[in-house]
């Protein structure tokens, strides 16, 4: 019943922005972390971004450029990513661990994922 739709990939140029989103749906009791993750061409998924409460942490490939934050009322991860370099080029997963409303135990569930390129 849980899912998460991100938005906000596409195609843009190096040094440009761009703002991922991801909206969590179903029958959630609660969100304990939200975060993202990418996996590029030949390379193993990895950690971009989390959020859990007010911490955060960042790959530090991406420190300083990208920012994560919440929107708990609407279930909402948002990544505000700058200054995009081309070895950002990857697809995005968005990531929630939860409870669900008939479940027992607290899950991680992800999103389809989202396209990001970056190149001239």
């Known amino acids: 019943q849980v899912q998460l739709v991100e938005s906000g990939g596409g195609l843009v140029q190096p040094g440009g922005s761009l703002r991922l989103s991801c909206a969590a749906s179903?029958?959630?009791?609660?969100?304990?972390?939200m975060g993202w993750y990418r996996q590029a061409p030949g390379k193993q998924r990895e950690l971009v971004a989390a959020?859990?409460?007010?911490?955060?942490n960042y790959a530090e490939s991406v420190k300083g450029r990208f920012t994560i934050s919440r929107e708990p009322t609407k279930n909402t991860v948002n990544l505000q990513m700058n200054s995009l370099k081309p070895d950002d080029t990857a697809v995005y997963y968005c990531?929630?661990?939860?409870?669900?409303?008939?479940?027992?135990?607290?899950?991680?569930?992800w999103g389809q994922g989202t396209q990001v390129t970056v190149s001239s």
């Open positions: 959020i859990t409460g007010g911490r955060t």
């Open positions: 990531n929630a661990e939860l409870l669900g409303s008939y479940s027992y135990r607290r899950s991680n569930y």
């Open positions: 179903g029958s959630i009791f609660s969100i304990n972390s």
